[in-house]
Nanobody, 122 residues
Framework: QVQLAESGGGLVQAGGSLRLSCAVS????????MGWYRQAPGKQRELVAR???????TYGDSLKDRVTISRDNAKNAAYLQMNSLKPDDTAVYYC????????????????WGQGALVTVSE
């Protein structure tokens, strides 16, 4: 069973930075995709960034120039560095995983983390 554990959310002032982390536990094959989505109150969940096992990145439009996604395959972890945060960036940020079981190569996911609340104050 794959589980995701997010950390790094919290309260930050506008213009500040935060770094979110997501650790994947479970028997997973190294060829996996990971990413971050966010959901603000009253809005649909939207893509923030995704990264493939080879490091190819995709960014959503809302934070495109202010975030960087990275991963550490040895640690089965992904990171989201967010800069120049705005109050509109206030949302729950969800880690996302899609990959394969290390033993059977059966598809796994998508799997979602429980979410990390990011609050950006004026």
């Amino acid at each position: 069973q794959v589980q995701l554990a997010e950390s790094g959310g919290g309260l930050v002032q506008a213009g500040g930075s935060l770094r979110l982390s997501c650790a994947v536990s479970g028997s997973i094959f190294s060829r996996s995709n990971m990413g971050w989505y966010r959901q603000a109150p009253g809005k649909q969940r939207e893509l923030v960034a995704r990264i493939s096992n080879s490091g190819i990145t995709t960014y959503g439009d809302s934070l495109k120039d202010r975030v960087t996604i990275s991963r550490d395959n040895a640690k089965n972890a992904a990171y989201l560095q967010m800069n120049s945060l705005k109050p509109d960036d206030t949302a729950v940020y969800y880690c996302w995983f899609s990959g394969y079981d290390a033993g059977t190569y059966s598809p796994l996911g998508p799997v979602w983390g429980q979410g990390a609340l990011v609050t950006v104050s004026e």
